[in-house]
């Protein structure tokens, strides 16, 4: 094509016979048809003979997971009218077998990922009408037609099942991106077997008695990167809050012995110590193999496994009191057709109860095999909670948006003949009139009760359902209520802002009014709660877990940490700083504000700062040479503040004149980069004033200030390094990167500077001769990388997208082309990817934290 550097051809080609002479074209690109192909490997290899060496290929097409709101819609369907299944999708490839066919086409350094969209259409009719559209039907070649009734009966399904409040409906269509390279003498590959220089003398580990490696330690890396890098083990989770949501209760579990608090936060499933115990911190167990956010937790009696439920209606059982948290069965159970809204083990710890959103909401379950023990139908709307009698007779209560609470026998469990309702319409003292939230059994399962939205509680007898009292306790929702160890008191939380405990006749003993801030907001409105030995455990919907002595009424604690994605990192002496953001609901009735936390890493426990912060997220944190914090958030602000004798907000602010990209802190310096591509200058001096501006010829992505203040790095979308004088003069550009900057470091002393980029290399350079020192750390971090940090001895840390980080050693001069690496995966970090790093001390400890909101620390040996 005429203006093209490069020669363009045109052709109309079958994808199922690429008909192109071998190693003929640089680059082949496919969008959203191979989904279409029958012979996908033959494709493949026909694209992986085209390309010359180190060509690419690059594709996306549509993954197994396209349309799975509608495939479930037409499996209950077919199962109504027809009695089986009926394929009425055309078939589609997973993201794992997409991965396993590009290796096996012969292409080189594969590369897999995946994008859920999800479009919502105003019923199932419309989005079928679009599919046609496109041209995206079902092309099975033995396909039947399907009839009018079991389309009436799937589009039915779907509304109910998946439709919103206006009647809306979800399609998700899961898009699999793949990237392949034709193989070339210039890729990183192994070394040959037998290469190694490294004696395992010299690492200290005889060669003939190593043994085997404990379970719960990861392998050593190969021979031959020891110098390279350096081993991590895990040494302390800082765990998760519960995400919270207006007008919605959230739900908090404990175990048989009330010493645990067990919650989920999106895919994260949490079990910990309330406080700490023992001279040790809060110990933590994360369960993170769940696919879609985890709605329901509860452990078994007998303390050994844990049932967790999903948003998609699935229940996983797995092991909680070993390290590899083996699942009781290799897939999880399919319960419901939408959300699992709780969960009850009976008191062998061999049922389950399952309720939430579907048709029906609620089933009863051995679980081992997952197979029904009972008909718990009678519900008509979805059911919030379930409380399972511990001993014989086993009863089952479970309570729903209905305004119904109901009451099932067995085994075979099915509704009782002689009370199967516990509440009535006819307004006596057990009616509720509003949504039913939870139930919960006594101790000595002799009574049950259940708590609404129309502020009252209701007490039943536990074993024939009989009424025994209700009463009206407070002036807002009851979100949760649980009973005292001793079964003669009960503890409500509700959204009147306030705890009360009640003793067995309803009657108010104490009533406690929770405040976190200088005066009373919607955050102080109580979601949660339960009756653990250290106390009452209530959650706010602002985030705060407050324990509260039942005897005196007194707050004993308040426990505050993050529940949205840590941004920023920081150790500041003696503790552990991390900037994050906390919300609560949308619209008009939601607040966004960014919070700063600093940790005690002895207790596990953090701090909140006085006074005024942040009104939006905290992006950045730094410290001066005095102490002195600078945060830097995206409400366009600087905010600088003490941490002694007590960490205070509010020492000067500085207002920015665009919204800030990045920020580094050195010396007495701090530079911001912004989105107007203009650089803004600060001194400790000057916190009071406006910032000096520079602008920048080229779009900023990161930026790092010398430990000595000195000078300044900034990092370009351009794909290069520009170092500045403390005044912002330009000195040198650092061009040695392919992609744009992604995050940038100095080390100590001021005298080297590493830069990671969007194409997972790292460079690291001799600042005052603006060459590199060490290059060619490509192919370790499988997807970009986030952030870097050096410790105080000058060992390098990367983090990535994919959760991966690595603690470099001695990096040789020159190009690096290292062996096979060792590094911690994903899979043992952070859910969603690590979002910043930060030594710890001396630097033999490394703080992580990422999308998951937990930091953890990492002893590095």
């Excluded at 180190?54 to 499996?75: P, Q, Y």
């Excluded at 369907?77 to 009695?83: I, M, P, S």
């Excluded at 095999?369 to 007779?393: E, L, Y």
């Excluded at 950045?620 to 958030?633: H, I, R």
Aim: aromatic share 6%; proline share 6%.
């Amino acid at each position: 094509a005429e203006g093209t550097p490069f020669e363009v051809e045109q052709a109309c080609l079958d994808e199922e016979e690429v008909v192109l002479e071998r190693e003929s074209v640089d680059l082949v690109v496919c969008s959203m048809a191979l989904h279409w192909i029958n012979d996908l490997p033959g494709t493949l290899k026909m694209v992986r003979r085209a390309l010359k060496p180190n060509g690419l290929f690059l594709c996306a097409f549509l993954g197994g997971e396209t349309l799975a709101e509608m495939r479930s819609a037409f499996v209950l369907a077919d199962l109504e009218r027809r009695g089986g299944v009926s394929q009425h999708m055309s078939p589609l490839v997973s993201m794992a077998d997409a991965g396993a066919l590009l290796q096996a086409s012969g292409l080189a350094l594969p590369t897999v990922d995946t994008e859920t969209i999800v479009i919502h259409y105003p019923d199932a009719w419309t989005l079928w009408h679009h599919l046609r559209s496109m041209g995206e039907s079902a092309a099975n070649l033995q396909r039947s037609a399907v009839g009018l009734d079991p389309l009436l009966a799937a589009a039915s399904a779907y509304g109910e099942i998946y439709g919103d409040e206006e009647g809306n409906v979800p399609a998700a269509f899961q898009v699999v991106y793949l990237i392949g390279w034709a193989p070339h003498e210039s890729q990183q590959r192994p070394l040959s077997r037998g290469s190694g220089q490294i004696s395992l003398k010299e690492l200290g580990l005889p060669a003939d008695e190593s043994g085997p490696l404990p379970l719960d330690e990861p392998p050593p890396p190969p021979l031959g990167c020891f110098k390279r890098l350096q081993i991590m083990s895990l040494k302390q989770t800082l765990a998760c809050f519960p995400l919270t949501q207006r007008g919605a209760g959230t739900p908090l579990k404990t175990d048989a012995k009330r010493n645990l608090l067990i919650y989920a936060r999106e895919r994260t499933v949490v079990i910990r110590d309330i406080v700490p115990t023992g001279g040790q911190p809060i110990q933590v167990q994360l369960y993170t193999q769940h696919t879609c956010t985890v709605t329901a937790v509860a452990m078994a009696p007998n303390g050994c496994w844990m049932a967790t439920g999903d948003e998609r209606g699935m229940v996983r059982i797995w092991a909680c009191d070993h390290p590899d948290q083996r699942m009781k069965k290799e897939e999880p159970y399919y319960m419901l057709g939408g959300k699992v809204l709780d969960l009850a083990w009976n008191g062998e710890s061999n049922r389950l109860a399952v309720v939430g959103e579907g048709q029906p909401p609620a089933k009863v379950i051995m679980w081992d095999s997952g197979n029904s023990v009972g008909d718990m139908s009678g519900h008509t709307k979805k059911v919030n909670a379930v409380a399972f009698r511990q001993s014989r007779p086993f009863r089952i209560v479970t309570a729903g948006e209905d305004k119904m609470v109901r009451f099932y026998e067995g085994p075979p469990f099915k509704a009782s003949k002689e009370r199967p309702m516990l509440t009535s319409k006819e307004g006596d003292l057990t009616t509720h009139t509003n949504f039913a939230n939870t139930v919960r059994y006594s101790p000595d399962d002799s009574k049950v009760l259940s708590a609404s939205n129309d502020m009252t509680v209701a007490i039943f007898d536990g074993k024939d359902g009989a009424p025994l009292k209700a009463a009206k306790v407070h002036a807002g929702t009851i979100y949760a209520a649980e009973w005292s160890p001793d079964g003669k008191c009960i503890a409500t939380a509700s959204g009147d802002k306030s705890v009360k405990i009640l003793d067995d006749g309803l009657a108010t003993k104490k009533e406690v009014k929770l405040c976190a801030g200088a005066k009373p907001d919607a955050g102080d409105m109580q979601v949660g709660c339960v009756w653990a030995t250290a106390g009452v455990v209530s959650y706010s919907l602002g985030s705060d877990l407050s324990i509260i002595d039942p005897e005196s009424g007194a707050v004993t604690a308040t426990q505050v940490g993050h529940n949205q994605s840590v941004s920023a990192l920081l150790w500041a002496k003696d503790r552990l700083l991390s900037g994050s953001f906390a919300t609560w609901g949308e619209g008009s009735g939601s607040k966004l504000w960014g919070v700063v936390r600093t940790w005690d890493l002895s207790t596990g426990l953090a701090s909140s700062f006085a006074g005024e912060g942040h009104t939006n997220r905290v992006l950045s944190l730094g410290l001066f040479d005095d102490g002195t914090l600078l945060s830097c958030g995206l409400d366009n602000c600087l905010i600088a503040s003490t941490l002694s004798p007590q960490p205070q907000h509010g020492a000067a602010k500085v207002q920015l004149d665009a919204c800030p990209v990045s920020m580094g802190v050195g010396g007495k310096l701090a530079a911001v980069v912004t989105t107007a591509s203009t650089l803004l200058l600060v001194t400790r001096d000057k916190l009071g004033t406006a910032p000096s501006s520079i602008p920048l010829s080229f779009e900023p992505a990161c930026v790092a200030v010398a430990p000595d203040g000195g000078a300044v790095a900034v990092g370009g979308a351009d794909n290069k390094v520009r170092l500045l004088t403390a005044a912002g003069g330009e000195e040198k550009v650092l061009d040695k990167h392919i992609a744009a900057i992604s995050c940038l470091a100095y080390a100590p002393g001021s005298k080297r500077l590493a830069s990671g980029c969007a194409n997972k290399e790292i460079v690291v350079w001799d600042v005052a001769a603006g060459t590199p020192l060490s290059w060619g750390l490509q192919g370790f971090h499988p997807t970009r990388i986030t952030c870097l940090t050096f410790s105080a001895a000058g060992v390098l840390a990367s983090g990535g997208v994919d959760g991966s980080i690595i603690v470099w050693g001695d990096l040789p001069a020159g190009p690096f082309k290292p062996p096979p690496k060792h590094k911690l995966h994903g899979s043992t970090t952070h859910a969603g990817g690590v979002s910043a790093l930060a030594f710890v001390g001396d630097g033999a400890v490394l703080a992580s934290a990422g999308l998951d909101a937990c930091i953890k620390t990492w002893t590095v040996a």
